[in-house]
Each structure stands twice: as structure tokens, then as C-alpha cells.
């Protein structure tokens, strides 16, 4: 498929608003499925390290 003008390739024949937020809303959901997991993983450590700190101080 060949466009005439980058702005005929954004418009994809009166469906870019479609493609573009599929395209959005596919990346929003790979963010959140990478993000959740490393800020559960980062939550975790800090409890566990203050959970070692006070068991040091026992």
C-alpha cells in the first residue's frame, strides 16, 4: 500500500483513529504488564530489607 503523503499514512483512509489508538492502547497495556510487575518487585525488596533491619535490631 503506497500513501501520498505522510498525512495520507496518519489518515489511513479515514481509519487512522482506529489503527492509531489500537496501536495506543496495545502499548499502554505493555507498559502496565511490564511496569506492574518491576514496582511489586521493588515494593517487595524494600520490605523485606526493612523487615532484616528489624530483626537486626532484636
Do not use: C, T
Not at 7 to 24: C, I
Not at 30 to 44: E, H, M, S
Amino acid at each position: 500500500m503506497n500513501f501520498a503523503s505522510f498525512a495520507d499514512f496518519v489518515a489511513m483512509g479515514n481509519h487512522g483513529v482506529y489503527v492509531w489508538s489500537a496501536y495506543g492502547i496495545s502499548l499502554l497495556v505493555l507498559a502496565f504488564n511490564v511496569g506492574v510487575p518491576l514496582l511489586a518487585k521493588r515494593r517487595y525488596l524494600q520490605e523485606q530489607a526493612r523487615r532484616l533491619r528489624r530483626e537486626e535490631l532484636k
